[in-house]
């Protein structure tokens, strides 16, 4: 049976506003949030304008279409994009968000217009949501996804106030990698491996990324910062480190047995780690970090072996307090001679440990699993 026009318009408004609802979350997740489900709501929209459009031509030749040109083209960009892979519909996610409210705000005023409602649906883009979508960009690359939804200029200061635990990475015979590999893809394509994991390890568990350094890494578990994501500080960084060596053992595992020439020394991964204050700042555009935990996580790491993790004295007081972990004394000196003491942290079949599960990677958190 034929569908009177009125009701093809009342279900694409429904339709339209369900799409903005999806979009809403997809657009400021950076495409993290409800991939599918936003694609398919752009889907059913379009499905239906069509038909619409059948009986009611002017919905596509609106006051948008005629000033600019354009609707014609958001559309076909639109329907590419909801059966695609594609991030955005447009190369930009903000002029993607930009344009879509422009042509679907245009849709909405015309459907409001043509079934005669007296209340008109109130539609803008503020500046305080420009303004975010300019943060989200700005710290995606360091912030945990979960904490993205916030200001993230507060969280740093917060970040400064509360206590920190430094995670310093380092390659050991990297060098080894680069040139006994059997060719540049083969050591390229294992290296990105690399840096991806760690680098969904570090935000699964709410740490804030600092840098790759070539052949390592530089990471923090933040007391604030941890909260964002559900989970405590301390937690997150033995679920993290406790994740980052079993992949990294099994990896570099693997990768060893594509050497032309192997050394003397194993190849893996050491970590090095301290705790105390930090303090962050964004100084043109570029995340700097500051503190005396730094340092030390990098002399820790620096004595550590491939596979280990060398923590320092305050970190060790702290994890000490785990049932079931053992400790094993390591000794340095640092550049000046000054001797110091760390800690080897093993993770051994008596402490049990499970690693913990944040809320933002829970079914009803934040993120999607």
Known sequence: MERPIDYLRAECLMLVQNFETFWAYYHQSGGHLFDQECRRAADLFLSVLDELTEKDPGIKETFYLELRGAAAEHLEKLQGWAKSSEPFPFPRGAFSRFALFIYLWEVKEYLVDKLGFVRTLPMSLTSEEIEHSRHVVRWKGHLPYAALTGDPNKLL??????????VVGDIRRSQDLMTYSVNPQDFSQRMVEFITVTRHLIDKYGGLFDKFTGDGFVAYFNEAVCLTAGVDYVEAFLSFIYEELDFSRDHFAEWSKCLRKLPEEEIG????????????????????????????????????KANEVIVNNLLYGTLAEHVGFEFEHRQGKTKTGEAFLGRVLVFNDACDFEPAVPASAQPNGLRAA
């Open 157 to 166: 200061r917060e970040a400064s106030d509360t206590q920190t635990i430094v």
């Open 269 to 304: 991964l050491a970590i090095g780690a301290d705790m105390g204050k930090i303090e962050f700042n964004d100084l043109d555009h570029h995340l700097v970090a500051v503190g005396e935990p730094l340092v030390w996580g990098a002399r820790m790491e620096a004595v550590a």
